[in-house]
């Protein structure tokens, strides 16, 4: 990966530019680790399903408790009920029951595989970086405007504060975004959005406030948002966020 995939413009939401930043290379910069990513995704998309399906055997079938016609004599094969299996309304052989899909995944894993797929983006030129939602008030119009100044399409993962109510309701009825905290952020939704949209309090790494004019190397460092708290914390169980 070269050095400028490693560098992101922080935009204001009208699109202007800010400052260039540079990304952290331990969260950014790591060689994706494609087979990782793919046990990390189909553990959380175990995770998701319900496990509740369930078919009724033949002791759970109302009915049936006579034989249907004696044993010998009518020249047809034996039959002891009308709920065995091969009877029509007779109860399901080796049908499915409710049951966990959940699958382990280890905390380190999640966080490595997290690293990859965010380096992947990065890699891509898909990560994408604003100052601060600053919208007044909810308005779907609003948060659809800046998407559209900052010349996003696609699949969108946004990535804002826990508090920042208003733009998690401006971006609510957007289809092609989905809105996440920090300490949501998985594998999974990261690979499936075709951006990845940090604000400068979100953004994972040493180097996440740190602006600078384009060119120039980073003086000081803000505080970090750890990658262990970006790891969806139901990633251990296989659930996405």
Not at 8 to 29: K, N
Not at 116 to 138: H, I, K, N
Request: charged share 25%.
């Amino acid at each position: 990966m070269t050095s400028s995939n490693l560098k992101v413009m922080r935009r204001a939401i009208d699109g202007s530019e800010i400052a260039e930043v540079d990304l952290d290379p331990a969260v950014f910069g790591v060689v994706p680790n494609v087979a990782l990513m793919h046990q990390v995704v189909a553990a959380q998309a175990a995770g998701a399903r319900a496990g509740t399906q369930s078919t009724r055997t033949r002791a759970e079938v109302r009915g049936g408790g006579a034989k249907p016609f004696r044993q010998k004599g009518t020249g047809r094969a034996r039959q002891g009920s009308t709920r065995a299996p091969q009877w029509s309304g007779g109860g399901v052989a080796l049908g499915p029951k409710p049951r966990s899909y959940k699958q382990r995944t280890p905390r380190k894993m999640a966080q490595a595989a997290l690293r990859s797929a965010l380096s992947d983006r990065a890699a891509e030129g898909r990560v994408c970086l604003v100052d601060r939602w600053r919208f007044s008030e909810p308005k779907t119009r609003d948060a659809a405007r800046a998407l559209e100044a900052l010349g996003l399409d696609g699949r969108l993962l946004v990535v804002i504060e826990p508090d920042d109510l208003v733009a998690a309701l401006s971006f609510s009825n957007l289809r092609s975004v989905k809105v996440v905290w920090p300490g949501q952020l998985s594998t999974f939704d990261v690979l499936r959005s075709d951006w990845v949209l940090f604000t400068s309090a979100t953004l994972p790494g040493v180097n996440q406030g740190a602006e600078v004019p384009a060119g120039e190397p980073v003086d000081d460092v803000a505080p970090s948002v750890p990658v262990a708290d970006a790891v969806d914390r139901g990633s251990d169980e296989g659930e996405p966020a």
